[in-house]
């Protein structure tokens, strides 16, 4: 059966949901552990040094966990699809990739689980997109990539 060349290009921007600027990252760090800190600095104080070590070391933890939100803040697919290719760009992190895939010969595997990402294959080279979606969304991705793909 062949498949049908979609009428106009189709474009689709998959960006990750996050609300909080550099500015607030801050202000959350600094508002969980100034308290955090005043604590073992009373302790401190009292004589107990091993207080502070483990406020420096909930600090950090802390640091890192909003680091890499910070880094991942910006991540996005976006997948446009014309009359003969398929171009898939991704961002993670500070990395972007952009793949082209032919039209005509990628194969869409939809997620088994709810939880999984689709995937693109075309000649052994898969894609995972739609990562940053909602179950209910990415069924509607699948959907929506199928009828441009024609199946």
Same mark, same amino acid.
């Given at each position: 059966?062949?498949?049908?060349?979609?009428?106009?290009?189709? *474009?689709? =921007?998959?960006?990750?949901?996050?609300?909080?600027?550099?500015?607030?990252?801050? $202000? !959350?760090? @600094?508002? &969980?552990?100034?308290? *955090?800190? =005043?604590?073992?600095?009373?302790?401190?104080?009292?004589?107990?040094?091993?207080? $502070? !070590?483990? @406020?420096? &070391?909930?600090?950090?933890?802390?640091?890192?966990?909003?680091?890499?939100?910070?880094?991942?803040?910006?991540?996005?697919?976006?997948?446009?699809?014309?009359?003969?290719?398929?171009?898939?760009?991704?961002?993670?992190?500070?990395?972007?990739?952009?793949?082209?895939?032919?039209?005509?010969?990628?194969?869409?595997?939809?997620?088994?689980?709810?939880?999984?990402?689709?995937?693109?294959?075309?000649?052994?080279?898969q894609i995972?997109?739609g990562r940053?979606?909602?179950?209910?969304?990415?069924?509607?991705?699948?959907?929506?990539?199928?009828?441009?793909?024609?199946?």
């Open positions: 059966m062949p498949r049908d060349v979609p009428s106009e290009p189709r *474009s689709w =921007l998959l960006e990750r949901r996050c609300t909080l600027t550099q500015r607030q990252l801050a $202000l !959350v760090f @600094a508002s &969980l552990c100034v308290p *955090s800190a =005043l604590v073992a600095l009373a302790f401190l104080w009292q004589g107990y040094w091993y207080v $502070l !070590v483990y @406020a420096v &070391l909930e600090q950090a933890a802390l640091a890192a966990c909003l680091r890499h939100c910070a880094r991942h803040r910006g991540d996005y697919d976006r997948i446009d699809i014309s009359y003969g290719a398929i171009v898939v760009e991704q961002r993670r992190g500070r990395q972007c990739s952009a793949r082209r895939l032919h039209r005509l010969t990628t194969r869409l595997l939809p997620p088994r689980r709810d939880s999984d990402p689709i995937q693109l294959q075309d000649h052994g080279e995972e997109i940053f979606l909602g179950a209910a969304q990415r069924r509607r991705l699948a959907d929506e990539l199928a009828l441009c793909l024609g199946y």
